[in-house]
Nanobody
Framework: QVQLVESGGGLVQAGGSLRLSCAAS????????MGWFRQAPGKERRFVAT????????SYADSVKGRFTISRDNAKNTVYLQMNSLKPEDTAVYYC?????????????????????WGQGTQVTVSS
């Protein structure tokens, strides 16, 4: 059974850091691109970052460039999102997802429909 489980969310003060993890199981996730999205209260889910199967290609939303870093450890079937210099506007539920259609070094665009399977999300709250 395919499963993505996010962890690492929590409450942090503005300027602080968190590292999110997404543990994958049930399929060889190391063969595919993966991404992070977030959904703030009352808003649509939006792209945060994506990474190719090898980790050699990454892409970020403009709002997080220079502050967030996506990485992966294929031996552990885990994708990470290191979040630094957090701001209150980063408050959201963060979701990881896998894109079955991207098995090379290309990465999906920032569109939800390019991702095929999603985790349940982890809450990140940044206080001012």
């Amino acid at each position: 059974q395919v499963q993505l489980v996010e962890s690492g969310g929590g409450l942090v003060q503005a300027g602080g850091s968190l590292r999110l993890s997404c543990a994958a199981s049930g399929r060889t996730f190391s063969n595919y691109a993966m991404g992070w999205f977030r959904q703030a209260p009352g808003k649509e889910r939006r792209f945060v970052a994506t990474i190719s199967r090898s980790g050699g290609t990454t892409s970020y939303a403009d709002s997080v460039k220079g502050r967030f870093t996506i990485s992966r450890d294929n031996a552990k079937n885990t994708v990470y999102l290191q979040m630094n210099s957090l701001k209150p506007e980063d408050t959201a539920v963060y979701y990881c997802a896998v894109a079955w259609g991207y098995s090379g070094e290309a990465v999906p665009r920032s569109l939800e429909y390019e991702y095929d399977y999603w985790g349940q999300g982890t809450q990140v709250t940044v206080s001012s």
